[in-house]
DNA sequence: TCACGCATCTGGTCTATACCAATGAGGTGA
DNA sequence: TCACCTCATTGGTATAGACCAGATGCGTGA
């Protein structure tokens, strides 16, 4: 209260080992190329227990400032990546805009019946098939997102033979005619498991954020539907409706 | 990939006392009125130590199926609430159209100097002092967020004479004869620390959402700046461009 | 040259136990 | 009646040690 000011104290919760990682982190003597020693290794250089130095890492990882690639080892965040789900811009270009260099894998692009959630928000019967392409992105070499889209095979019939590691948004214009119209979309923090986990090499549950957004061309037909999955510390969410939404 | 799916074989990598914890959160076994036994219990209950027991419950709080208030206890959590940080309509009108009781708690409202980010946002020099109105929210009693509001001490000169537990929202409309006209906001996944955390009542460390918002009114003029912070399992997110942004 | 297999490194999960610290209920005294 | 104190309860943090399982690199053999 006399100087500590109460928002201090209330701040001081954290452990000791936590807030001794978090100095060595900010000063640069604990990673090596953005790589962190072994666990055993810190734990021994901290004089803690493996236990104990996880339970710290844990909380470092959940305020972003590490991040884990599953059973390979700890690794210093980059700065977040700035998105806006509004607009269509493709990776490449929004990436580049920010100084910082993407790469598209595709996983597969196969055709198969949707979930019924998906069919329920594509506004089709359950059991429908659609087109099902799955990729994932990095940016500056580091996973950050697994992406699955749901696109009608009628509207897009040919696709599986465009080149599908660039921009849809880019082939949807050149190579169909279709322009993007209203976009709808669902932010929800949840834990990755099964394929986004696998696919971003993270630990099963780690903390990510899903993005489901359908995307309708100027006639307000719905054109597609996407499920992004992002390392939750990889993203920042902006949104200013000044922008309008090209 | 026979008929186990590939899919599923990916998922099955939680550990068993998390699946077992799981089965009987579904099936209402394990709670009593929304509260888990105390751990030491549940981890006799299933024939493991607390270490090992707390492991799980954190993964099924990141998935969102259970919260814990700090030091009081776990808990099973409810439906998210649908939020659209675009719209400005209050937030008991909002959770009232979900079928859901809401109430609002005023912490303080004072005169102080904001942070420099704040004094940024609000496009006023460092230093400058605000009307700091801080409070939580709660959901069907539970509390899920805290929110920190900037105003404009000439444009506001008397609010704190006014009610500041209802809607500023209508404040702002009755009292002042303002409306909303441009928004942004950034939204990033956090961990909640200090007075945040505190205010929520969770542990130090504990996943949270972040929304800070920019209100203008519709001459563009800059209103107010609030930046929520949610309980992350809390909360889903949504827009969609076909709504307006009334 | 390249595919395969094995050894090793690393995180992931688990047992057992102890003490610290905030919470909250109940009792005490003004 | 109500403020205060005490203490049991409950999570929070920590030690020490073990084995499991995926990831990786290296070396062998075709």
């Known amino acids: ?7 201090d104290m209330i701040t001081q919760r954290s452990s000791k080992l936590e807030q001794a990682i978090r100095v060595d982190l900010a000063e640069g003597r604990l990673a090596v190329d953005r790589r962190l020693p072994p666990e055993r290794e810190l734990a021994e250089r901290y004089r803690t227990t493996r236990i104990t130095l996880r339970e710290a890492l844990s909380h470092l990882e959940m305020d972003g400032l590490i991040y884990r690639e599953n059973r390979r080892g700890w690794f210093v965040s980059d700065r977040r990546l700035v998105y806006n789900p509004l607009w269509r811009t493709d990776f490449q270009r929004m990436t580049r805009e920010q100084n910082r260099q993407a790469s598209t894998e595709l996983i597969e692009a196969v055709s198969a ?3 019924d959630d998906i069919c329920a928000l594509l506004e089709q019967p359950s059991g429908t098939e659609f087109w099902r392409i799955r990729r994932r992105r990095r940016v500056d070499d580091r996973l950050v997102v697994f992406v699955e889209h749901h696109l009608s095979k ?3 019939a040919d696709i599986l033979e465009q080149d599908l590691t660039g921009s849809l948004t880019n082939l ?19 834990a990755l498991t099964g394929m986004p986990a696998a696919e971003l090499h993270c630990s ?26 992002w ?6 969410i902006r949104i200013d409706t000044r922008d309008g939404t090209p």
Request: proline share 3%.
């Open 204 to 229: 099963n549950g780690t903390f990510g954020l899903q993005i489901v957004r359908v995307n309708r061309d100027q006639a307000g037909r719905i054109l597609d539907c996407d499920a992004e999955y």
């Open 172 to 190: 949807y214009r050149e190579k169909y005619a279709l322009e993007y119209g209203d976009v709808s979309f669902e932010i929800n923090p949840i």
């Open 231 to 236: 390392r939750h510390d990889a993203v920042s």
């Open 113 to 115: 019946v949707a979930p």
């Open 154 to 156: 009628t509207v897009f």
């Open 1 to 7: 209260m006399a100087d500590g000011s109460t928002n």
